[in-house]
C-alpha cells in the first residue's frame, strides 16, 4: 500500500479526521495528505511550520528534561483538534492531523502512531 492509500485507510477509519499528512520536518514539506476537507498548499506549509515549531521550541526543553525527547504535541482549538506525532524512529518524518472534538482522541493517536512508523520504515 502507498503512502497516500495508507494515509486514506487513517481518514476512512476516523471520519472525523479532516486531514491527515505525511511531513518532512526537516525540508518543511508535506510529501502526501488525505482527508474530507481540501486545504490550500499555504495551509499546508502553514501546518508543517507549526509541527516543527512545536518540537523546536525552547519550551520543550524543560519537558525534554522532565519526561524526554517529546515526540507529540496536540493543539486544541475552536474549529478542531491538530495533532503532530513525530517519528521516534526518524525524527524528521511526522504526521499531521486536524480532526473534530468528537473525535477518540486515544484510539486516533495509537492508530496515528502505528501508522507513522510503518511509513518510516518504508519511506
Known amino acids: 500500500?502507498?503512502?497516500?492509500e495508507t494515509l486514506g485507510a487513517v481518514v476512512k477509519a476516523y471520519p472525523q479526521a479532516r486531514l491527515v499528512a505525511f511531513a518532512d520536518l526537516q525540508s518543511r514539506m508535506i510529501?502526501?495528505?488525505?482527508?474530507?476537507k481540501t486545504y490550500t498548499q499555504e495551509h499546508l506549509d502553514a501546518l508543517c511550520d507549526q509541527a516543527r515549531t512545536s518540537f523546536d521550541d525552547p519550551m520543550f526543553s524543560l519537558s525534554v528534561e522532565a519526561f524526554g525527547e517529546p515526540?507529540?504535541?496536540l493543539v486544541m482549538a475552536l474549529d478542531g483538534v491538530q495533532i503532530f506525532?513525530?517519528?521516534e524512529s526518524?525524527?524528521?518524518?511526522a504526521l499531521i492531523t486536524i480532526c473534530d472534538h468528537s473525535i477518540d482522541l486515544a484510539a486516533i493517536v495509537a492508530t496515528l502512531r502505528e501508522t507513522l512508523e510503518t511509513l518510516s520504515a518504508g519511506a
Open 31 to 36: 510529501l502526501a495528505s488525505s482527508g474530507s
Open 85 to 87: 506525532l513525530r517519528s
Open 71 to 73: 515526540h507529540a504535541a
Open 1 to 4: 500500500m502507498g503512502v497516500i
Open 90 to 93: 526518524e525524527p524528521a518524518d
